[in-house]
Nanobody, 115 residues
Framework: QVQVVESGGGLVQAGGSLRLSCAAS????????MGWYRQAPGKQRELVAV???????TYADSVKARFTISKDYAKNTVYLQMNSLKPEDTAVYYC?????????WGQGTQVTVSS
């Protein structure tokens, strides 16, 4: 059973930074891609950033130039560095890993940005 576990959420003031981590229970090289999604209250879950096995990255327009996704093979971990945070970034952030058998979700970590 593949597990991905998020950490690093919290409360931060607008303009601040947080780094989220997603630790996988097996080599992250085995996944076609990994990514971060978020869901704010009353809204649908949306893509934030993904990184493919090749290293190609994709970002939502709303986070471009502020967020950076990266991965560390040695730690089997994917990171989301979030800078210049805004109140509208407040949401539960979920890690997702996808392989040929399906995809796997973590339980989420809350990010709250105060104005």
């Amino acid at each position: 059973q593949v597990q991905v576990v998020e950490s690093g959420g919290g409360l931060v003031q607008a303009g601040g930074s947080l780094r989220l981590s997603c630790a996988a229970s097996r080599s992250i090289f085995s996944f076609n891609r990994m990514g971060w999604y978020r869901q704010a209250p009353g809204k649908q879950r949306e893509l934030v950033a993904v990184i493919a096995r090749s290293g190609t990255t994709t970002y939502a327009d709303s986070v471009k130039a502020r967020f950076t996704i990266s991965k560390d093979y040695a730690k089997n971990t994917v990171y989301l560095q979030m800078n210049s945070l805004k109140p509208e970034d407040t949401a539960v952030y979920y890690c997702n890993a996808e392989d040929n058998a399906g995809d796997y979700w973590g339980q989420g970590t809350q990010v709250t940005v105060s104005s």
